[in-house]
Nanobody, 125 residues
Framework: QVQLVESGGGLVQAGGSLRLACAAS????????MGWFRQAPGKERDFVAAISWRGGSSTLYGDSVKGRFTISRDNAKNTVYLQMNSLNPEDTAVYYCAASPTAFPSARAAPYNYWGQGTQVTVSS
């Protein structure tokens, strides 16, 4: 199995930044596409960003975060990151890291077989 553990969430003021990290173990991390999703209270799970197993060669971003968030990965450290800038209160959600046993990123949740426990991000105005 693949174990994913998110970290880096917290409370930040609007306009601020946070950097989330997702540490993976159990399988060959470099062969998994990785994604970030988020879910706010009372809302559906939304796609945030994804990256291919090759790293920065192929990335996807949700429309609401494009230009503000950046996904990256360090296969040597078995870690994927989400740099979040220009945060606003609508970014408040639980953020989940997910792993897909494919080489290509996806904006859909279905290809992701493994999920972390989530980390809370709260943006105050």
């Amino acid at each position: 199995q693949v174990q994913l553990v998110e970290s880096g969430g917290g409370l930040v003021q609007a306009g601020g930044s946070l950097r989330l990290a997702c540490a993976a173990s159990g399988r060959t991390f470099s062969n998994y596409a990785m994604g970030w999703f988020r879910q706010a209270p009372g809302k559906e799970r939304d796609f945030v960003a994804a990256i291919s197993w090759r790293g920065g060669s192929s990335t996807l971003y949700g429309d609401s975060v494009k230009g503000r968030f950046t996904i990256s990965r360090d296969n040597a450290k078995n870690t994927v990151y989400l740099q979040m800038n220009s945060l606003n209160p609508e970014d408040t959600a639980v953020y989940y890291c997910a792993a897909s046993p494919t080489a290509f990123p996806s904006a859909r949740a279905a290809p992701y077989n493994y999920w972390g426990q989530g980390t809370q991000v709260t943006v105050s105005s």
